[in-house]
């Protein structure tokens, strides 16, 4: 598949709106792990990480793949979802803090890096996620 047509296939396109509403997540959780928690720039991203991953797995459950049968209960299918998206969390995590280690602690620039971050992820975490989270059982499926 090319990639123009991997950009428009619908699910990718789904993924990626989950991916955005959980940036404004992970940005929001971020500015409360600062500001309420007392946390610094990288501990506080694990958090904020947690709860955009955490968002995007329910919207990706219940839209981007909602045909897609599953035999696994909830906590196990949140649990592989963690775990697949843990390659692009990892690159996700490594420009975030290469971004603000390089530019600084200011509003600005952590909100660029957690969107640079997100944007590192994004297809690495939609191919691990349609191969084992949220895999086809149904021959009918897309």
């Not at 090319?2 to 296939?9: D, E, M, S």
């Not at 490594?94 to 994004?122: E, K, N, P, Q, R």
Request: charged share 10%; proline share 1%.
């Amino acid at each position: 598949m090319n990639l123009w047509k991997f950009i428009q296939n619908r699910r990718f396109f789904l993924f990626a709106v989950a991916g955005v509403v959980a940036f404004f997540v992970d940005l929001f959780a971020l500015i409360i792990s600062r500001e309420v928690l007392g946390l610094g720039l990288y501990a506080g991203r694990f958090i904020s990480y947690l709860a955009a991953a955490t968002c995007a797995w329910y919207i990706n459950r219940t839209v981007t793949f909602k045909q897609v049968s599953s035999n696994d209960s909830i906590v196990m299918q949140w649990w592989k979802y963690l775990w697949a998206n843990s390659v692009g969390g990892v690159l996700n995590y490594l420009v975030y803090a290469l971004l603000v280690y390089s530019f600084g602690d200011h509003i600005i620039v952590y909100s660029l890096a957690v969107g640079a971050g997100s944007l590192s992820g994004l297809v690495v975490n939609y191919t691990l996620s349609k191969m084992f989270v949220f895999k086809n059982r149904s021959p009918n499926a897309e």
